[in-house]
């Protein structure tokens, strides 16, 4: 089944950027909807930004537009998001996870559910300091 891993979080100062990338093994990327979710300590667990390449839409949290950009390389086999702008609240454990489909009519009111995706990586820490 398929595998993700996460890689690229760390620490940076408020206004700072990040990349995370989530490379996907035993399987194309493109066969599945994919999404970025994060859960601070305390708090529920939060979609962040879904891509659908089979519909060729993208969405995010109000939290992160215009922040965060969620874009997938079929070639290298990867999901990735630029974090610009961070800011403090945006700290948290960010996970990578994929939804056994590559399309789904109802992906914009489905992208931010957990519950949707089948596939989840372990996760990198984001933590940004003020």
């Known amino acids: 089944q398929v595998q993700l891993v996460e890689s690229g979080g760390g620490s940076v100062q408020a206004g700072g950027s990040l990349r995370l990338s989530c490379v996907v093994s035993e399987d194309s990327v493109s066969n599945y909807c994919m999404g970025w979710f994060r859960q601070a300590p305390g708090k529920e667990r939060e979609g962040v930004a879904g891509i659908c390449t089979g519909g060729g839409s993208t969405l995010y949290a109000d939290s992160v537009k215009g922040r965060f950009t969620i874009s997938q390389d079929n070639a290298k086999n990867t999901l990735d998001l630029q974090m610009n702008s961070l800011k403090p609240d945006d700290t948290a454990m960010y996970y990578c996870?994929?939804?056994?489909?590559?399309?789904?009519?109802?992906?914009?009111?489905?992208?931010?559910?957990?519950?949707?995706?089948?596939?989840w990586g372990r996760g990198t820490q984001v933590t940004v300091s003020s």
């Open positions: 996870a994929a939804a056994p489909y590559s399309y789904h009519s109802g992906w914009s009111r489905l992208w931010d559910r957990g519950d949707e995706y089948k596939f």
